[in-house]
């Protein structure tokens, strides 16, 4: 059985924060709308329900029919959630004097209480709503208030309802994880089992149901999100995929061939575009690093339109789209979603609807949803790159040498990183974030080799910590791998003779050079 715990969405914009908080307790959650409760589904073991933009006065208010499942699930409500609970048993909820909004602190009412096991006294929330309860129905009780809230939250026991109106799923809630993991893994009884094996189970079956027989066009990068999505699809639909990986020429050494045949043997329908006559054409001669990365992207967008219009019936566009692409920043009124990057006008023009099943995940849970469809580690463990490749590694022009001589440095480094392990038993490779190898063509500095001086360019290493790329710092590399990587490239590469080590971290430098 796959314990779940049903989150109820009243339209609030922090909703989809609560299923990933539930997520990060290994348990399974499903969010709802608020009026499509599940019937005869043995797998609930609690239900949530969310804030909402409503009051529960308004007219056009969400109402829900409680019977549902109060009484026969413990139930967590919050903000608008709090409220509606309230208000439909009989207490009072009436406007705020004042927006009630911002930073708060606890008081409890009760010594232990399970919602509140662990918190810290005077434990930091976050408030935000119009409407307050004014007063409790009968059999509620109130277990926390702050300042200006009287019921911060509240308890009904023979009901197995709990409230509060604040919002635990939001960082400045200082103890929300804390709270919500009470609530699904105490009060619930949440065994933390959710695996990548029920997202895939899952997953599949709502693509089968969702794309029918339609056919449906992805975009491949060689990048872990787009493989494992393609991968999942591919489960789901088969052949009524069509994969399309275009090569602009500065993807790494021997990588458009080596990422194909991983693909082909994953079974995937992929059709290999090779473009690198166009990038480097349309690169010739531009130096300026944005300039660069325009021409890049409309050349790509170029060739995969012309591609995917050939598929003539497709109906969808399938994107590996992850969670945290869809974040841009996080506030209390929720989460402003940043516009998909789609790929050039398709969408439009070919009416081609989205489609991405990886939306809900964050990069770990990608992995390992790789990982249970059995796509080979390598894959799956892949560093980050970025769309146009290797030319933002180059600084100056672009040629198709330039190229050469930075994918040989590169594969020096990355092999080595796979090849040296440290003492823990992990490689230095799955150690960092990212790395790779930067030619700086514009500057050139003497050396000798044997009894020759040489005048070429140097290139930087660079490797990174990070979380989440917004921020890195320089990895600490142990010097016997830097010095062997130093010499492997320099006596292998033609055309470098000094390499460097950059040792900046982002802020205030980022992790690319252009
Ligand atoms: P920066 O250089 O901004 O990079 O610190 C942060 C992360 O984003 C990647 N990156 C890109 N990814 N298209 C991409 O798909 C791009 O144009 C691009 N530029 C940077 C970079 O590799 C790092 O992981």
Redesign the pocket.
């Known amino acids: 059985m796959q314990q779940k715990i049903v989150i109820l969405d009243f339209g609030s914009q922090t909703t989809q924060l609560i299923g990933r908080r539930v997520r990060e307790m290994d348990t399974f959650c499903e969010i709802l709308p608020y009026n499509k409760f599940p019937k005869d589904d043995n797998n609930i073991i609690g239900v949530i329900l969310s804030g909402s933009p409503y009051s529960v006065y308004d007219q056009e208010a969400f109402r829900v029919d409680f019977s549902q499942f109060i009484g026969k699930y413990p139930v967590l409500g919050i903000c608008y959630g709090a409220q509606l609970m309230a208000y439909c048993y009989g207490g009072k909820v009436e406007p705020a004097g004042s927006r009630e909004y911002g930073r708060a602190h606890l008081k409890f009412f009760e010594a232990e209480n399970p919602l509140f096991k662990g918190f810290e006294p005077d434990s930091q929330v976050w408030m935000s709503h119009g409407d307050t309860i004014t007063q409790l129905p009968e059999g509620f009780h109130a277990i926390a208030s702050t300042e200006d809230v009287k019921y911060a939250a509240y308890a009904n026991l023979e009901k197995r309802i709990w409230a509060v109106q604040y919002h635990p799923e939001v960082h400045h809630s200082l103890q929300g994880f804390q709270l919500l993991r009470n609530f699904v893994v105490d009060i619930c009884g949440s065994n933390q089992s959710w695996s990548a094996s029920s997202f895939v189970e899952t997953t599949v079956r709502e693509l089968k149901e969702q794309l029918g027989n339609d056919r449906v066009i992805l975009g491949l990068s060689g990048g872990v999100d787009s493989s494992v999505c393609a991968t999942l699809l591919n489960r789901a639909i088969g052949k009524n995929l069509t994969c399309i990986f275009v090569d602009h020429g500065m993807l790494r050494k021997h990588e458009f061939e080596k990422v194909m045949d991983a693909y082909k043997g994953l079974g995937l329908n992929v059709i290999g575009v090779d473009a690198r006559d166009k990038f480097f054409h349309d690169l010739a001669g531009v130096t300026e690093p944005e300039e660069k ?1 325009k021409i890049i992207g409309r050349d790509f967008v170029e060739v995969f339109d012309a591609e995917a219009r050939k598929i003539k019936d497709a109906k969808w566009l399938a994107q590996g789209t992850i969670y945290p692409d869809r974040i841009e920043s996080l506030n209390i009124t929720g989460k402003v979603i940043k516009s998909h990057h789609n790929v050039g006008g398709l969408p439009e023009e070919m009416h081609l609807q989205l489609c991405e099943p990886l939306k809900w995940l964050f990069k770990d849970e990608v992995r390992r949803v790789g990982r249970e469809l059995g796509m080979p580690e390598r894959l799956i463990k892949r560093h ?5 490749g290797l030319a ?1 590694r180059i600084l100056g022009e672009i040629t198709p040498e330039k190229v050469r001589v930075l994918q040989d440095a590169d594969d020096i480094y990355i092999e080595a990183m796979h090849n040296y392990v440290c003492e823990d038993g992990e490689t230095l490779y799955d150690k960092v974030w ?1 790395a790779g190898v930067i030619l700086l063509s514009p500057v050139r500095s003497v050396g000798v080799m044997g009894d020759e001086r040489t005048y070429e360019n140097p290139v930087a290493l660079r490797a990174v910590t990070s979380m989440d ?1 917004m921020t ?1 710092d320089w990895a600490h590399l142990p010097y016997d791998f830097l010095a062997k990587v130093s010499n492997d490239i320099i006596n292998k590469v033609k055309g470098v003779n000094r390499v460097c080590y950059d040792i900046s971290s ?1 802020p205030p430098s ?3 050079w252009e």
């Open positions: 990365r980050p790159f970025p769309g146009p933002v990212q790329a890195a982002k980022t992790i690319e």
